[in-house]
């Protein structure tokens, strides 16, 4: 609680809010003694502010304070002024008359984009509008096996039914209407929920598994994973971070109410207890380790120093009774960041190790960094049918990059762009299939959130994308090649194009480019993408 003349009690009771924070700020410097009627009901969406203010501030005779006297163990004795009414909106109705929240949220299901989230254990897919995935690769001496299980999924019945909700649903509706809220950075943020069931089944319930998709309010986000936690057996709730949901009035970051506590020294006490002073003292040293008080306390002020000698050990004593220091705080975001991702995860990513897998419908593709883009399709039997849409060799990467120098890395871009070719023969054109990888730094709270999905612009031409902030510290690494000096990649020679044991049936699917999109094609924005000023 940061009062406007330097009061602070947030340094060491962070967890207390509305009035209550300045009956335990004060209190819990002392026994106190209570010299008021009652307060109204605490409310803990409403932020105070204390402010310790002079005997002369005339706010005593006010009648718009309850007033509350309070005594700590140095017998210093105060009254606090709390507001008779604080927090009440006396604006008009307003009636909000837009879309509802369901149907701005409806291009994204129909767009069908998938994002990853990728944990020291597993990666979550989550594919809006289809399916929530969560799988893992299990090595038992040579052979690799994917275990996965399915989270939840959206049948085109539950989809046809809730765009059918979304083009009836948009009513007038009060702006002050109440939307259930999630607690997320201690804030209470308003989400709309759509149910992703008939996942997997469970093991210890014998269910089905179901998923709780929370989209709340974010300008910043991607309509990324923000966090999944399970909170039953095989129950789980998804926080996505969604822009399209700020259109909506209802769902956006209010802006919290705050007001002023005043508290004035009675019968010669201090302008502020003393004990507060030593506790925000140790507190300030707590948080920086180069700032230091200096001193006579007794007075009811300090002033503060910074020593520029790091070996100095003496400070200068100054106390003024009338001087103030104002503490300046950053602004908390709403979506602090994260912690990074685990390290061996991402080493083993860019040494091709872990591969990332994507994919909807009938073809899903695999792509391991450094090694190959390859694109399956497996029966309910356990048979796979696989085609090799490119691997790595450095040479042609090389020759791809003289042939096409904007496909270059420069200092400054967002991205790199890496060649896969040599993959299976495509019956239309004749020729290998080849894929362009691009690996575009996308600033995110979620290090471990990106999304990857595959193009065909042109048959048999494809374009992978992976969008993750993994990438944004490795550019500094990356030579004009775009490789990273940190990856290098495995000898070609023992990655063999694998051919797959496709037969004409199998080809037909995947030269029918609908089968791998997974994101609206413009073949205008391919270049354009190049070059991400972002």
Known sequence: MEGPKGGSCRAWLATARGPLRLLLCVAALAPTVLAANQIKGLDDAIMFRLNWAGGDSGLLDSPDYEKLVMMSSMNERYECLVPIKYGDNNDKQEFYKGPSPLALLMPLFKQQSCNLRLDRYWTYELCHG??????????????TRLLEFTLGTLTEESLASLSEQAKTSSHEIPVSANIPTTKIEGLDTPYFMVNYTRGSICDVTGQPRTSHVLFV???????????IKEIYSCEYEIVILSPILCQHPLYRSRELPQTYL?????????????????????????????????GDTSSGSVKL????DEKEDTTTTTSSSSSSTSERRPRVPLFSPQPAIDQKLVEDFLN???????????????????????????????TRTSILLGYFNMENHKKWITQNPEKSYKPGKRQVSHFYSGGTTCDVTGAPRQVEVKLKCKESNSPSSMAVYLQEPRTCEYVLVVETSIVC??????????????????????????????????????????????????????????????
């Open 130 to 143: 289809r399916y929530i995935k969560q799988y893992r690769e299990e090595r038992e001496g040579k052979l």
């Open 262 to 294: 005043h508290c004035i020294p009675m019968e010669g006490s201090p302008k502020r207890p003393r004990n507060l002073l030593q506790i925000e003292a140790e507190s300030l040293k707590l948080r920086s380790s180069e700032a230091i008080l200096a």
């Open 352 to 382: 091709g190790d872990y591969c990332l897998h994507g994919g909807s419908r009938w073809w899903k593709y695999e792509f391991c960094h450094g090694r190959k883009v390859e694109q399956y399709h497996e029966e309910q039997d356990g």
């Open 305 to 308: 120093k910074v020593l520029d």
């Open 473 to 534: 510290p490795l550019l500094q690494h990356a030579d004009h090649l775009g490789w990273f000096s940190a990856a290098l990649p495995p000898d070609a020679a023992q990655i063999t194009k694998e051919s797959s044991s496709s037969s004409s049936g199998s080809v037909k699917h995947d030269s029918h480019k609908g089968t791998v999109e997974l994101a609206p094609i413009d073949e205008d924005e391919e270049e354009d993408d190049d070059y991400d000023d972002e």
């Open 217 to 227: 309010c974010y300008e910043e986000g991607q309509h990324d994973i923000y966090s």
